[in-house]
Structure formats: structure tokens, C-alpha cells
């Protein structure tokens, strides 16, 4: 009885690490997330390929209760996979403080996030990141003023702001979405934000071969177009000398 919670990195089998995949290879049953960062095509078929045994994929509503894979990790090897890190979402720690408690062993096996990969590939110091947001779907009833105020707290600071788009069953938030709400929460909670002038960073289906990075003012990037793949934002704080030079090879104008 054993909980693997491992982390598959960001490009689905290409990056799992060897300690995980011949923790993969051990274990008795596996179950895969992809609510994080969407289901990558034909994940689970060249996982179950990679490793000679079936995966179960869980819809969030089944990870949240994490019942199932409790229960399984209580009289067999378990494995929890995880796209990009193992324990950088709340439910995947909390997973692992419910089978801590149950008194169920768990071993994490790390892997790279999109959370520090994004900054390092625009050339953004790590130190210098601001609260992480999350920008979800929005609707009268649900109308969030979280995320509004951690980015204008993050720009007060001067630190810079990763934006992680919604995901749903029915596809990826665009960034044309994405500047659509945040232009809403703007007028609802105070404009204290100068869209116009403002510049966005957009990293575009990041660890696939998709991968399109571009740089410029809100309004420029609300008219791009990119491929059905996730998108992260990132709103640059005060820049260096180095990031500013760095970043500004992705300029589209």
C-alpha cells in the first residue's frame, strides 16, 4: 500500500522523469488528472503503452473527493498522475494530506510546472513573481474580485503577474476571453488598470510543438489569433535592464 503523486512535467510521456516511470511500471493501478491543464491528445494511450497496464482518467469532481484514489491506495500501489508538477495544486496536496492521515506511505516525484517555466522562457527573474492568478469564467452570479486585486497588488509591488487561464470540459479560455473579462472586471471594480497601454506577454501552447510566445499591449494581443492550445499570461512589473531587453524579442506590434 503505497500513493505515488507524480508529476508528468509539460510534454505528457516526453518528459516523464525514470524514477517515475518505473514508479508507473510498479504500481498496481493509475489514475491521470487533466481538469490542471487540459488533456493532451493521446495521453493516456501512450502512457498505458509506456507502462504495459490501463489508466483511469478522473474528471475534477472525482480528484476533489479523492475517495477512489484512497481507497486503492490502501491495499495496492497506486500512481497519481499529474500534468506539470505534482503538488503545485491545492487538491493535489490536499490528496496527499488525506492519505498521510489514512496513514497511506506517499512518495512525490516532482517534475517541471508551467508556473516556472513561462517566466523563465520570457527571461523573467523568478524572484521578482507576484501572486500567481487565476482567471476564471465569469457570470452575474459569479463575478470574482480576487483576481482583479491580486494583479493590481502585484503591479503596485512591482512584480510581475502569471495569469493562468480557465479550463472547462468544453475547451481552453481564449486570450480574446480572457481579455474580454478582464476588461469587464476593470470597469466593475475601479479601472485602475490602463488596458490600452498595458503589456501583456501571451505563451501559447507551452511544451507542445505549438508553441507560439508573444509580446505586446493589451489590445494588440486581444486580436491575435492562436491555435486550440492553453495560454498563460504574464503582466510584466518593473523590468530590469536584462528582462526588458529579453522579453522584447517577442514584440509583436
Do not use: W
Not at 13 to 28: L, P, Y
Not at 70 to 83: G, I, P, Y
Amino acid at each position: 500500500m503505497t500513493l505515488f503523486i507524480i508529476g508528468l512535467g509539460l510534454e505528457g510521456v516526453a518528459s516523464i522523469q525514470q524514477r517515475g516511470m518505473a514508479a508507473i511500471r510498479e504500481c498496481d493501478s493509475l489514475f491521470l488528472e487533466t481538469y490542471t491543464s487540459g488533456s493532451r491528445e493521446n495521453l493516456i494511450d501512450a502512457i498505458e503503452k509506456a507502462a504495459g497496464k490501463k489508466v483511469t482518467l478522473l474528471p475534477r469532481e472525482k480528484v476533489e473527493q479523492s475517495r477512489i484514489i484512497l481507497n486503492s491506495a490502501r491495499t495496492s500501489k497506486t500512481a497519481f498522475l499529474v500534468q506539470g508538477d505534482a503538488l503545485t495544486a491545492t487538491t493535489h496536496n490536499q490528496i496527499r494530506f488525506d492519505a498521510i492521515a489514512e496513514g497511506i506511505p506517499v512518495e512525490v516525484l516532482e517534475n517541471s510546472s508551467i508556473i516556472t517555466a513561462v517566466p523563465g522562457y520570457l527571461g523573467l527573474e523568478i524572484y521578482k513573481m507576484g501572486q500567481v492568478v487565476s482567471l476564471p469564467y465569469v457570470s452575474e452570479k459569479f463575478f470574482p474580485r480576487s483576481p482583479y486585486d491580486k494583479i493590481i497588488a502585484n503591479m503596485e509591488r512591482g512584480l510581475h503577474t502569471l495569469i493562468l487561464l480557465d479550463i472547462t470540459e468544453s475547451g481552453y479560455m481564449t486570450v480574446a476571453e480572457a481579455c474580454k473579462i478582464l476588461t469587464s472586471m476593470n470597469d466593475r471594480f475601479g479601472g485602475k488598470l490602463d488596458l490600452a497601454a498595458m503589456k501583456v506577454a501571451v505563451v501559447h501552447a507551452y511544451g507542445t510543438r505549438s508553441l507560439s510566445v508573444r509580446y505586446g499591449t493589451l489590445p494588440v494581443l486581444c486580436n491575435q489569433k492562436f491555435s486550440d492550445n492553453p495560454s498563460t499570461l504574464v503582466i510584466p512589473g518593473k523590468l530590469d535592464y536584462n528582462e526588458e531587453e529579453f522579453i522584447s524579442h517577442f514584440t509583436v506590434k
